[in-house]
């Protein structure tokens, strides 16, 4: 039987309290992921917490509407933000487009980034409830 890790938006408002969720249900605390969806996809990939290597397992994230709306854009623009502030030079001017983007309701959210990191690992069942 596959593992099966569950999410709840009823328990964070933000991309942070997103991050302790995660790390506490799937990493159970051994590890604290602080945020980086590179490191997100390998966490996901297995070999971490309590996901063996290439593991297939289901993720159900309850309240999905909610996280949603709280992992919307004006969470993606302080996101962002900080990735503007820590990032490459060469790299400025397309997170000030993806600013301005957001602000505009345009583009991807953090939920959107989490969903489809989340799809594109074939080891992984979503269930949105």
């Known amino acids: 039987m596959n593992k099966v890790f569950i999410f709840d938006g009823d328990r964070f408002s933000n991309f942070k309290g997103f991050c302790k969720e995660f790390s506490d249900i799937v990493l159970s605390g051994k590890y604290n992921w602080q945020g980086n969806l590179d490191a ?29 709306e ?45 969903e489809e990191i989340i799809l594109d690992n074939e080891n992984v069942t979503l269930i949105l409830e």
Request: a negative charge; glycine letters at 6%.
């Open 70 to 114: 709280d992992l919307g854009y004006s969470e993606t623009i302080v996101k962002l933000n900080e990735n503007l502030n820590n990032c490459h030079q060469s790299n400025e001017e397309k997170v000030i487009q993806e600013i301005k983007d957001a602000k505009m309701n345009k583009g991807p959210t953090i939920f959107d980034w989490i």
């Open 40 to 68: 997100f996809d390998d966490i996901l990939f297995g070999g971490f917490g309590d996901i063996e290597d290439e593991e297939q397992y289901t993720i159900i994230w309850r309240n999905s509407a909610k996280s949603k």
